[in-house]
């Protein structure tokens, strides 16, 4: 089956950087759009960012310029760079695929920023 497992969040002060990891199993990697989403406290979650298969990337408004998607197919997994932290980057980050249709979640990793 589809797993899709995220790492790496924690508390950070304003301006600092944290790197996400998504470890996926049960599809194929190389193939397959991947996708960053946040949701913070009373709001919807929102898409972040993606990296297709070829490598292309695409990102929300505000986070261009701060944070980076990459992918290393070889070890199946997908990450998430972001620096310059925000007050308003505090979320819970979770890693989507969407296989024949069907959605997969990670279970989600929190990102706290604070001072």
């Known amino acids: 089956q589809v797993q899709l497992v995220e790492s790496g969040g924690g508390l950070v002060q304003p301006g600092g950087s944290l790197r996400l990891s998504c470890a996926a199993s049960g599809i194929i990697f190389r193939i397959n759009t991947m996708y960053w989403y946040r949701q913070a406290p009373g709001k919807q979650r929102e898409l972040v960012a993606a990296?297709?298969?070829?490598?292309?990337?695409n990102y929300a408004d505000s986070v261009k310029g701060r944070f980076t998607i990459s992918r290393d197919n070889a070890k199946n997994t997908v990450y998430l760079q972001m620096s310059g932290l925000k007050l308003e980057d505090t979320a819970v980050y979770f890693c989507?695929?969407?296989?024949?249709?069907?959605?997969?979640w990670g279970q989600g990793t929190q990102v706290t920023v604070s001072s």
């Open positions: 990296i297709f298969s070829g490598g292309y990337t």
């Open positions: 989507n695929v969407r296989v024949r249709g069907v959605e997969y």
